[in-house]
């Protein structure tokens, strides 16, 4: 039963996500790709945790992807999602039988931050801060989804806002070279930015490989690395 439950959650990150291919990324494999990217999870010793950011960008993706709003409409939704950033969280701890007993959100919110270089920034108080309804309704209507796609672990995956900016400075930005850190109880999780799944792939002149838009120089004979878009196919000449 632990096995199964086990495999379950791990199935998570499968469900959510799924492996690029070696061609360019569609906009399907970019938000597989940053699913991934911005999700830590720990099963060591019965635990069942995972930490999920959830960047502006994947909402952005999302929404492209859906084809249901217009590009006027996606980006007004986007500002009114600036002020906020969203952090998921899933804890839990199971039996010998098997039995998961998950973390209520109270007993969470009590204990994730961000960071803001080292100063820890504690989640908005839901019940008193004043939340945009329409960031309140996107998350009511998250987390009924990840309920039907994964049963009990889904219902007790606990959403929780921060603010975007401290002292009218962002605490990250996305597009740019960055770092975020979250830190729970023990655990402290960094991304570096930008987002791998947002960087063009490059390639290798030499090999041909297709290698993350992260990697300067190719791992398997050293030549320097264009991306795609760089790439400019040669005219040969007419014989």
Same mark, same amino acid.
């Given at each position: 039963m632990r096995t199964a439950i086990l495999l379950l959650f791990c199935s998570? &990150?499968?469900? $959510?996500s799924s492996q690029q291919s070696q061609a360019q990324r569609? /906009?399907?494999?970019? $938000? #597989?790709?940053l699913t991934t990217e911005t999700q830590y999870l720990d099963t060591? %010793? #019965?635990k069942m945790l995972m930490l999920w950011w959830i960047p502006n960008t994947?909402?952005?993706?999302?929404?492209? =992807? #859906? !084809?249901s709003m217009g590009a006027e409409e996606i980006a007004e939704f986007m500002e009114? &999602?600036? /002020?906020?950033?969203? *952090?998921? *969280?899933?804890? !839990? %701890? =199971?039996?010998? $039988? !098997?039995?998961?007993k998950y973390q209520e959100y109270n007993d969470i919110q009590q204990n994730i931050f961000i960071l803001s270089g080292e100063e820890k920034v504690a989640a908005l108080d839901r019940n008193k801060e004043k939340i945009d309804p329409s960031v309140s309704m996107l998350l009511e209507i998250f987390k009924p989804i990840l309920t039907n796609m994964l049963g009990p672990m889904g219902s007790n995956m606990n959403f929780y806002l921060f603010p975007a900016e401290l002292e009218g400075k962002l605490i990250v930005n996305e597009k740019k070279e960055d770092l975020f850190t979250?830190?729970?109880?023990?655990?402290?999780?960094?991304w570096e930015l930008p987002f791998e799944a947002m960087l063009p792939l490059k390639a290798c002149g030499q090999c041909d490989k297709k290698l993350s838009g992260r990697y300067n120089y190719c791992p398997y004979d050293g030549k320097k690395l264009v991306s795609k878009k760089e790439l400019i196919p040669v005219a040969l000449p007419k014989k």
């Open positions: 998570l &990150l499968i469900t $959510l569609s /906009p399907e494999q970019k $938000l #597989d790709l060591a %010793n #019965d994947f909402w952005e993706l999302s929404l492209a =992807m #859906d !084809g009114t &999602l600036k /002020p906020y950033i969203i *952090v998921a *969280v899933l804890d !839990g %701890n =199971m039996s010998a $039988l !098997g039995a998961v979250i830190q729970y109880k023990e655990y402290r999780q960094e």
